[in-house]
Every structure is written in structure tokens, then in C-alpha cells.
Nanobody
């Protein structure tokens, strides 16, 4: 079972940047597809980005393309989410997730392991 721990959240002004990390431990990480999701206050959890095994495939929520970048370092068993030009609407708890398949895509039900989340707050 893969265990996931997010870090890197915090308070940032609009227009700023943050890089989130998701450290994985447990069974082999390199074969797993991974993803980022977020849940804004009072809203449902939504897809942010996904990355396949070996980073062959990446996908982003349409509204986030060009501002967010997902990546992974298998040697460090860590996935990242670089977030640039942050907006107040990006305020949310960000979760990383892993699937037992090589790629999980946008559907939350594809992922069977979740981290506890890290809070990102973007101020005006």
C-alpha cells in the first residue's frame, strides 16, 4: 500500500507561486499513476492534474492549463505540482492520489490511495 504525504501549502498573495510535494512510501512508486485534486471551501473535490508512470502522459483541468505543472521524480518517490500566477479562486485543500494502474486520469474513483491534503490560501 502506497502512503502519501503532501507538503508545500501555505498563504501566498495573488500572482505568486507555490510548489506542492507529495512524498510516497510503501510499495513500488514508479509503476503508479498519480494525480492532484483540490477541494475549495464548501465545494466538491475537483480534478487538478494527473501524470502517468514515467511521466509519459500528463493532463490538466482545462482552466489550469498554462499555470500549473505536474511532475514526478521517481528516484525520490515524490510528485510535484508547480503553481504559478495563483488566484484567490485557487484557494483549496490540495490532495495527491495514487492509482494501482499506470495512469489514473481525471476520475477520482480511479485512485485508491489519498494523502491528507495541504491547504493553499491565495490572498488578494
Amino acid at each position: 500500500q502506497v502512503q502519501l504525504v503532501e507538503s508545500g501549502g501555505g498563504l501566498v498573495q495573488a500572482g505568486g507561486s507555490l510548489r506542492l510535494s507529495c512524498a510516497a512510501s510503501g510499495r513500488t512508486f514508479t509503476g503508479n499513476g498519480m494525480g492532484w485534486f483540490r477541494q475549495a471551501p464548501g465545494k466538491e473535490r475537483d480534478f487538478v492534474a494527473a501524470i502517468s508512470r514515467s511521466a509519459i502522459v500528463t493532463d490538466y483541468a482545462d482552466s489550469l492549463k498554462g499555470r500549473f505543472t505536474i511532475s514526478r521524480d521517481d528516484a525520490k518517490s515524490t510528485m510535484y505540482l508547480q503553481m504559478n500566477n495563483l488566484k484567490p479562486d485557487d484557494t483549496a485543500v490540495y490532495y495527491c492520489a495514487a492509482t494501482g494502474f499506470t495512469y489514473g486520469g481525471r476520475a477520482q474513483q480511479s485512485y485508491d490511495t489519498w494523502g491528507q491534503g495541504t491547504m493553499v490560501t491565495v490572498s488578494t
